[in-house]
């Protein structure tokens, strides 16, 4: 097998792999292969089985280092190290996405010198054994919290599942969802829909308009989307969200089903859903409609969830009550949480054999 190149520095290099998910082992390949080289080429190849979208994977690099050109593409030959036909298909898509020869490889694993002989190009091992930086797409997979030091902030908001706390007026939804982000060690998402209706022109007197209640839900999604980043761990919890935003579009605007505002609830489904019993007393703080109202309402929002294929409880009692029935209920939607799909590849052959260059070793 081709000895890695030594020290020194080159026009074009190349560095490949999956990036399912992006780590730092990743990060500090592509870093070195910015020092050592004028121009980096970044290809990241996925499969149509893997659960992480190749235009995710394309915004987390792109994001995190956009000093280098990126390619990707769809490559869903099975991986086989001792493959001479696998290697030949996964060589026909690498050259077909470079936009110039390279005249380096840059890899961790040992693939690399078979590529960069494929490519005419000189092999850059970078950390080999990952002796500097532990870390594997493998393992974040099967475990991304133990691995969280491991993820940069894009990747975090992918991974990270929202718990989403709601119910009619004066249900204690906020009380809960502070105390219940407390008990899990992770930040809380307030609702902007409050501090909306408090700054709005005209304030409460003047008649809803339905454009207001898209500017809320985009900027409720925004603020869970910076939570989401800045995580503790891959679990939120948040205040509200777009179909309870659907929900008071019907009580305040009315006529037809504000479909829009529904479909955007489908595309963004959280892992919970924990519903704020009605139960406790009516307190009126100038910005509610009335305790007249908040049966109704909660009715409504019972019927909505029960329509929803998300898991879902309603919570009633103390604070303490709540927050220990809700913990249960988040401790078994993980557990039925599907993980994320394996690699399309086959058992690795021994190390001296060649491999293709796409192989989940390679950078995975």
């Given at each position: 097998m081709p000895e890695p190149a030594p020290a020194g520095r080159f026009a074009h290099g190349l560095v490949l792999g999956k990036f399912y998910p992006l780590h730092a082992g990743h990060a500090h390949l592509i870093r070195t292969a910015q020092q050592r080289c004028d121009e980096v080429?970044?290809?990241?190849?996925?499969s149509s089985v893997e659960s992480v979208p190749l235009s995710e994977r394309a915004a987390w690099i792109a994001e995190d280092h956009p000093g280098v050109r990126l390619v990707a593409a769809t490559d869903d030959t099975p991986v086989d190290?001792?493959?001479?036909?696998?290697?030949?298909?996964?060589?026909?898509?690498?050259?077909?996405?470079?936009?110039?020869?390279?005249d380096a490889?840059?890899?961790?694993?040992?693939?690399?010198?078979?590529?960069?002989?494929?490519?005419?190009?000189?092999?850059?091992?970078?950390?080999?054994?990952?002796?500097?930086?532990?870390?594997?797409?493998?393992?974040?997979?099967?475990?991304?919290a133990a691995w969280w030091w491991a993820l940069s902030a894009p990747v975090r908001r992918w991974f990270t599942?929202?718990?989403v706390v709601l119910g009619a007026e004066s249900t204690g939804s906020t009380t809960l969802a502070a105390a219940l982000a407390e008990r899990l060690g992770t930040l809380w998402v307030p609702e902007y829909g409050r501090e909306h209706s408090e700054t709005r022109v005209g304030g409460l007197a003047t008649p809803?308009?339905?454009?207001e209640f898209d500017l809320i839900v985009d900027r409720q999604v925004a603020l869970e989307d910076q939570a989401r980043r800045r995580a503790p761990r891959p679990l939120v919890v948040c205040d509200t969200d777009v179909l309870a935003t659907a929900l008071w579009f019907e009580r305040y605007v009315g006529g037809a089903r504000?479909?829009?505002l529904y479909d955007r609830a489908a595309a963004h489904r959280p892992l919970l859903y924990v519903l704020t019993g009605d139960d406790i007393p009516f307190v009126q703080d100038g910005m509610r409609d009335g305790e007249h109202l908040r049966a109704s309402m909660q009715q409504r929002f019972r019927e909505e969830l029960a329509a929803q294929p998300v898991a879902w409880v309603e919570v009633h009692g103390t604070v303490t009550e709540r927050v220990d029935a809700a913990l249960e209920a988040v401790r078994a939607a993980q557990a039925a949480a599907p993980g994320l799909a394996d690699p399309l590849e086959l058992a690795p052959a021994p190390a001296s054999a060649a491999g293709p260059a796409v192989d989940e070793p390679a950078a995975s």
């Open positions: 080429t970044v290809m990241l190849l996925a190290f001792g493959s001479a036909a696998a290697w030949d298909a996964h060589t026909r898509v690498i050259t077909g996405l470079l936009p110039a020869p390279v490889v840059l890899t961790s694993d040992d693939y690399g010198a078979e590529l960069a002989r494929r490519l005419d190009a000189t092999w850059v091992q970078v950390d080999p054994g990952r002796a500097l930086t532990p870390v594997s797409g493998r393992a974040v997979r099967a475990d991304p599942d929202r718990v809803w308009r339905a454009d504000p479909r829009a």
